[in-house]
């Protein structure tokens, strides 16, 4: 069965800084990945996927993401975080082929809170 | 272009009632999925639907949760009878295709039974 696991309940950012939020997944073949972000009392907003090609994936507000086979991690990244990032952050996988026990819907993680001081 | 829009926005009921959600899906796409997130937990898929007809729902606790896209647009989710550890918030997605791959979702509905 796919999996993905979120290793880091809440991450810690000062303003200005760089922030990772770490994201690995278990799939039998080719993953579909990717993240989405949930402020408070709203639904969840796609940020980002990877699907084939080049392993860095830019998406919105100024994110990106680099998806590792080898390491099986899809780590979401920002060079410069800012307060307006404070949010929970999913990462979730998919598996197109129906390998990983012949299903083909998303998984998603348990979240990471991010909070990024002023 | 218009959301995901999904009422009520909250609901509080006691145990066995029965309580319905709708969800009407952005214009044009064809794939909707209702997800239950619990508190502390990533969303988990109840059940997906390619127009009117149900790809999977494998976790969907059918001896008390229906769904139906009668028409292949918008959609009901019922819960009946409820159970305490229904309380949740249920989200409405959908996505142009199956192939389509990113979802939009709506705001949710939050449940609590009590």
């Known amino acids: 069965a796919q999996s993905v696991a979120q290793p880091e309940d809440q991450v810690n950012v000062a303003e200005g800084n760089p922030l990772t939020v770490k994201c690995t997944y278990s799939v039998s073949g080719n993953p579909y990945l990717f993240w989405y972000v949930q402020y408070p009392n709203r639904g969840l907003q796609f940020l980002l996927k990877?699907?084939?090609?080049?392993?860095l994936v830019k998406g919105s507000y100024g994110f990106e993401a680099e998806f590792n086979k080898s390491q099986t991690s899809f780590h979401l990244k920002k060079p410069s975080a800012l307060v307006s990032d404070s949010a929970l952050y999913f990462c979730?996988?998919?598996?197109?082929?129906?390998?990983?026990?012949?299903?083909?819907?998303?998984?998603f993680g348990r979240g990471t809170s991010l909070i990024v001081h002023p | 272009e218009a959301g995901v829009a999904q009422s009520p926005r909250y609901k509080i009921i006691e145990k066995r009632q029965s309580v319905a959600f709708w969800c009407n899906p952005i214009s044009g796409h064809a794939t909707l999925y209702w997800y239950q997130q619990i508190l502390g937990q990533g969303p988990k898929l109840l059940i997906q639907f390619q127009n009117n007809g149900v790809v999977d729902d494998s976790q969907l606790p059918k001896d008390r949760f229906s769904a139906e896209r009668l028409k292949g647009v918008d959609s009901t989710l019922k819960i009946q009878p409820a159970k305490l550890e229904d309380s949740a918030v249920y989200l409405c997605?959908?996505?142009?295709?199956?192939?389509?791959?990113?979802?939009?979702f709506g705001q949710g509905t939050r449940l609590t039974v009590v």
């Open positions: 990877y699907i084939t090609g080049d392993n």
């Open positions: 997605a959908s996505s142009l295709g199956l192939e389509n791959t990113e979802a939009f």
């Open positions: 979730a996988v998919r598996d197109p082929q129906g390998l990983s026990g012949g299903s083909y819907i998303p998984t």
